[in-house]
């Protein structure tokens, strides 16, 4: 299940409810995609698209996403730790950030113009939309894997654009499982 925590007020939640209802209060939307069962998670790419055509659809028609795609990140992913640390530090996008996790996981800070800085951990059937603009990083979790289904609105938009506030240096990068520290290169 995905774990939402706001740090600075030592608060956590699993409630994927109450979880979508705190990141809406921050322009946020999270949703749990509950037809996991339908798709293999090592599935190829197209039959995992294939699979999830119906909520992939809808989110298109609502934020005006034109190409969707799978990201698949695991321990032996050539250049891995250099990749992480593209996206480990403050930024934000000229587009959404949307990703569906299929397998694996995922931890987005994300720091909102008015509210407290919130991370959310994210596994196999959360979906979050982190509209362009907004502030956010991420980091892999112990199992290093996360395989996603990304939207793009244009995918010449989806480069980051660094805030350079070293704010991502205040908060661990806590999941669960063990915590993966990437090597600085
Ligand atoms: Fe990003």
């Known amino acids: 299940m995905a774990v939402l925590t706001v740090p600075d007020k030592d608060l956590r939640f699993t409630d994927p409810t109450e979880i979508a209802g705190q990141l ?3 322009g946020i939307d999270y949703e749990r995609w509950e037809n996991l069962k339908q798709v293999s ?5 197209q039959e995992i698209l294939d699979g999830y055509a ?8 609502k934020g005006g996403y034109v190409t969707a795609d799978v990201i698949n990140i695991v321990p032996t992913t050539e ?5 992480l640390n593209k996206f480990n530090k403050e930024h934000w996008h000229d587009e959404d950030e949307v990703r569906f996790i299929v ?3 995922g931890l987005f800070h994300i720091a ?5 800085v919130v991370s959310i951990e994210m596994e196999a059937g959360d979906m ?5 603009g907004t502030r956010h990083w991420f980091n892999l979790c112990g199992d290093k894997t996360v395989r996603a289904i990304r939207l793009f609105q244009d995918t010449s938009g989806w480069t980051p654009h660094y805030t ?9 990068p806590l999941c669960f499982g063990v915590t993966y520290f990437p090597q600085n290169v």
């Open 103 to 105: 397998k694996g996981h």
């Open 41 to 45: 998670s090592d599935a190829a790419d």
């Open 164 to 172: 350079d506030s070293g704010v991502d240096q205040s908060y661990q």
């Open 112 to 116: 909102p113009e008015n509210g407290d």
């Open 24 to 26: 809406d209060g921050v």
């Open 79 to 83: 250049g891995l730790d250099a990749m």
């Open 54 to 61: 119906g909520e992939i659809e809808l989110l298109k028609q």
């Open 128 to 132: 979050i939309r982190v509209p362009r």
